[in-house]
């Protein structure tokens, strides 16, 4: 996890008992470094109380595209969460009108993350991060959603400002700002209008920072562009919310919080990863199979922990960074109930599209975000949509990681129903299987008690990964997709 450097955690819990939960954090490794008063301080997301995240992939992942929607959903906070959602079901709609009959390869992809921009009693902000892949780079976008608590009211970024006029003022001060970036930045083209305020929100000083997409007002090369306009400038300008949200930005430095991104590294230290159960069952005299959910912890996963309890059954969960930080809880209730946390990347980007240094980042925030919720660090990675590159595996080794994919799809992804996937599972299981299925999805956590019954019936046990391979360690930079790896030959690369 990120680190954090609180001056006082008794802040923390006052801003908390306030209804939503407020800190700050770093800001994303994975944009160029930007000027430093275009820095955002993210809140972080496991202390704003009420806060699950959800997960779209349209429960048509074709194969011939790749599609990862992550969004949060707040209790408190009904007409953002219907915002948030009318969004990814729109830019699902809108990528695979856009990619239809595609058989392109690379596969184009669809990745939306989020970071919570602002989260006070007075003002929550959610930044959603798009990238989208149609063949050559990624295009990426930021769109930031403000939430007025008083009011249950969820507004575009341009709700910080007073009306139209207030937003061709605020176009003049960035395009005064701009003369400073040079000419690959077309300065003229900023106006105001369209969605070119689409991401705002404020800094620690209380100046607003808007940012522009891949390509929106200069060339595609210059990376991530945003401007500060001083706090002092654009307050005249600002919505009764604006003022709000500018006021508890403020308000989140001077009660204790500052980001320590270039503080001391996270010790590296913790235990790998491993079931508390694991031992109790000899895979080499008993069936087993391993069950795998990737994509979570969700909104769903909570039930699906009690279902795997009342069948005594373990488990291996893929875990999203993005979502892990988010509800560390979760991942404690998995480990203290014997199933094993593995590593799904960061944000669900393909890796095998990305280089090595992104590749490194993603797992390594992941690694560090489990490694805060349960003191262990995952020793497994699974790559999203199973998609593995020489780099991927590179990196896996030098980090000490294992490459899991699987050899049982349920396509619990596609339009089945929860007796379906049970069918499905049931038809294809067989000793030493790794099944793959997703906790954040509907039907499969459905399904889950009868391929249970189902399967123990049939004189199966539920393991964890490692399990399956008895007492011979899996290794690292190597690919295993079912139980019986190990027998046979693979080039370790
Ligand atoms: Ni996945």
Redesign the pocket.
């Given at each position: 996890m990120h680190k954090l450097r609180f001056f006082s955690g008794i802040a923390l819990l006052a801003l908390s008992a306030g209804g939503c939960g407020l800190a700050a954090s770093s800001p994303e490794r994975d944009i160029i470094v930007p000027a430093e008063p275009t820095l955002i301080d993210f809140a972080d997301p496991a202390a704003v109380t009420g806060l699950s995240t959800r997960t779209l992939t349209g429960r048509d992942s074709s194969s011939s595209r790749y599609v990862?929607i992550a969004y949060p959903e707040l209790a408190d906070a009904p007409a953002l969460n219907k915002a948030l959602r009318a969004r990814a079901q729109r830019q699902l709609r809108d990528f695979r009108e856009r990619t239809k009959g595609s058989v392109a390869y690379p596969r184009p992809e669809l990745n939306v993350n989020w970071q919570l921009a602002a989260a006070s009693p007075k003002a929550v902000a959610v930044r959603l991060r798009t990238g989208e892949f149609l063949g050559t780079r990624w295009d990426n976008s930021t769109r930031t959603y403000w939430f007025d608590p008083g009011e249950n009211q969820a507004v575009g970024s341009t709700g910080l400002l007073a009306g139209q006029s207030a937003l061709d003022a605020l176009a003049a001060l960035v395009r005064e700002q701009l003369t400073e970036r040079g000419s690959q930045v077309e300065r003229d083209a900023v106006t105001g209008g369209g969605d070119q305020f689409d991401s705002m929100a404020f800094n620690r000083n209380g100046d607003l920072v808007v940012e522009f997409d891949d390509c929106q007002i200069g060339t595609c090369s210059l990376g991530r562009l945003a401007v500060a306009v001083p706090a002092g400038q654009v307050a005249p300008l600002l919505s009764g919310l604006g003022r709000r949200a500018q006021a508890s930005a403020r308000e989140a430095v001077a009660t204790g919080y500052v980001s320590d991104d270039e503080g001391a590294p996270l010790p590296r230290n913790n235990p790998a990863a491993v079931s508390n159960k694991a031992g109790t069952v000899d895979c080499a005299k008993v069936k087993c199979v391993a069950l795998t959910f990737?994509?979570g912890p969700g909104p769903r996963t909570g039930r699906l922990l009690d279902l795997l309890v009342e069948g005594r059954a373990r488990a291996t969960f893929?875990a999203?960074g993005n979502g892990a930080v988010a509800q560390p809880e979760l991942l404690r209730r998995m480990s203290a109930d014997g199933h094993l946390i593995g590593n799904?990347s960061w944000a669900?980007r393909d890796l095998s599209k990305q280089p090595t240094s992104k590749i490194t980042d993603s797992l390594a925030r992941t690694a560090d975000a489990v490694a805060a919720a349960i003191g262990q660090a995952p020793t497994l990675v699974?790559p999203?949509?199973g998609a593995v590159s020489q780099d991927l595996r590179n990196v896996a080794r030098d980090m000490g990681y294992s490459l899991v994919t699987w050899n049982v799809d349920t396509e619990d992804q596609r339009d089945g129903t929860a007796a379906d996937i049970a069918n499905t599972v049931v038809r294809k299981a067989h000793p030493g299987a790794i099944i793959r299925m997703?906790d954040t999805d509907r039907e499969t956590v459905d399904a889950v008690p009868d391929i249970l019954k189902r399967l123990r019936g049939k004189g199966y046990s539920f393991v964890t990964v490692p399990e399956l391979y008895g007492s011979a360690r899996m290794q690292a930079g190597r690919l295993y997709r079912s139980g019986s790896e190990p027998s046979r030959k693979q080039p370790l690369t």
């Open positions: 990862h990737d994509d893929f999203v799904h669900h699974r999203p949509y997703h």
